[in-house]
T-cell receptor, first 113, second 109 residues
Framework: EPEVTQTPSHQVTQMGQEVILRCVPI?????FYWYRQILGQKVEFLVS????????KSEIFDDQFSVERPDGSNFTLKIRSTKLEDSAMYFC???????????FGSGTRLTVV | EDKVVQSPLSLVVHEGDTVTLNCSYE??????LLWYKQEKKAPTFLFML????IEKKSGRLSSILDKKELSSILNITATQTGDSAIYLC?????????FGQGTRLTINP
């Protein structure tokens, strides 16, 4: 069964450093998303991406965050200057159509120290 | 503000019992209601509901949407220890999913 692949599975970074989280969505999917889950809290929407541009973003997704689809297969989330409160599990998801169910990747656990 | 509320937050039952998990939502431009199972990491897709009153079934799991009451239930019959997980409800509005806080289900042998 097709999968959404995320790397790395765990990343530890120092406060203030830049991180890039990588995702390979399912190949025929057109809609891409990032969500995050702070330990013990709800899964929260960050951003949706379609046709090489952001289609919607949440209040969390401020100027420190950016997304990119650099080569037609990868979908990345960059956090420019990490803060302690960015520590969370980050999930990438993709969908064939905006009205279809999403497939989630296994997540990247980001720990900011 | 968009909101999804699940109840109960936690449920402990014995193997073989039947459980009902509840979800209510208030989401702008509502399109569908999704249920996911989260065991260790990634949420895995269970159901997507778009029409009111039509039950979807997959084995021992079933779910139904009530658009008038803005709610959905997930039923699991003849529970097994492998059903132990967090069950997430999410309402799809426009380009995003709004998640509930989840119901932690524990099945004791």
């Amino acid at each position: 069964e097709p999968e959404v692949t995320q790397t790395p599975s765990h990343q530890v970074t120092q406060m203030g450093q830049e991180v890039i989280l990588r995702c390979v969505p399912i190949s025929n999917h057109l809609y891409f998303y990032w969500y995050r889950q702070i330990l013990g809290q709800k899964v929260e929407f960050l951003v949706s991406f379609y046709n090489n541009e952001i289609s919607e973003k949440s209040e969390i997704f401020d100027d420190q965050f950016s997304v990119e689809r650099p080569d037609g297969s990868n979908f990345t989330l960059k956090i420019r200057s990490t803060k302690l409160e960015d520590s969370a599990m980050y999930f990438c998801a993709s969908s064939e159509h905006e009205l279809y169910g999403y497939t989630f990747g296994s997540g990247t656990r980001l720990t900011v120290v | 503000e968009d909101k999804v509320v699940q109840s109960p937050l936690s449920l402990v039952v014995h193997e073989g019992d039947t459980v009902t998990l509840n979800c209510s939502y208030e989401v702008t431009n509502f399109r569908s209601l999704l249920w996911y199972k989260q065991e260790k990491k990634a949420p895995t897709f269970l159901f997507m509901l778009t029409s009111s009153g039509i039950e979807k079934k997959s084995g021992r799991l079933s779910s139904i949407l009530d658009k008038k009451e803005l709610s959905s239930i997930l039923n699991i019959t003849a529970t097994q220890t492998g059903d132990s997980a967090i069950y997430l409800c999410a309402a799809q509005g426009a380009q995003k999913l709004v998640f509930g806080q989840g119901t932690r289900l524990t099945i004791n042998p």
